[in-house]
């Protein structure tokens, strides 16, 4: 078993760990109240949960749409493709019901 202690001639790529490491601690930190008597992988579970599901900003997009910057479409307003099976030919783009 060799340790590697980071990502080698990377420290950016290290910066990044690092970031994401103290941000998990932190959550475990809030978390540590209510978790008693769980197991650790109970308590990393849970905390994965809460950041990549629960976690929403004050316009309610998920962390996702954060990173991305993305706007919220509703799924009425998308439009598809639809392909026939039988020809292999696209057809029109019709709105997504």
């Not at 340790?3 to 978390?31: C, D, F, N, W, Y």
């Not at 976690?55 to 307003?77: F, Y």
């Not at 998308?78 to 020809?87: I, Q, T």
Request: with cysteine; charged share 20%.
């Amino acid at each position: 078993v060799k340790h590697t202690t980071g990502i080698p001639h990377s420290p950016m790529g290290q910066a990044i760990v690092e970031r994401a490491h103290g941000t998990l601690k932190a959550m475990l930190q809030k978390q540590k109240r209510g978790s008693e008597g769980y197991s650790p992988q109970e308590c990393i579970n849970k905390m994965l949960y809460v950041l990549n599901f629960l976690n929403r900003d004050k316009e309610g997009k998920s962390p996702m749409l954060q990173h991305l910057n993305l706007p919220q479409t509703s799924p009425e307003k998308a439009w598809v493709e639809v392909k026939d099976p039988g020809s292999g030919q696209w057809g029109k783009p019709v709105q997504l019901i």
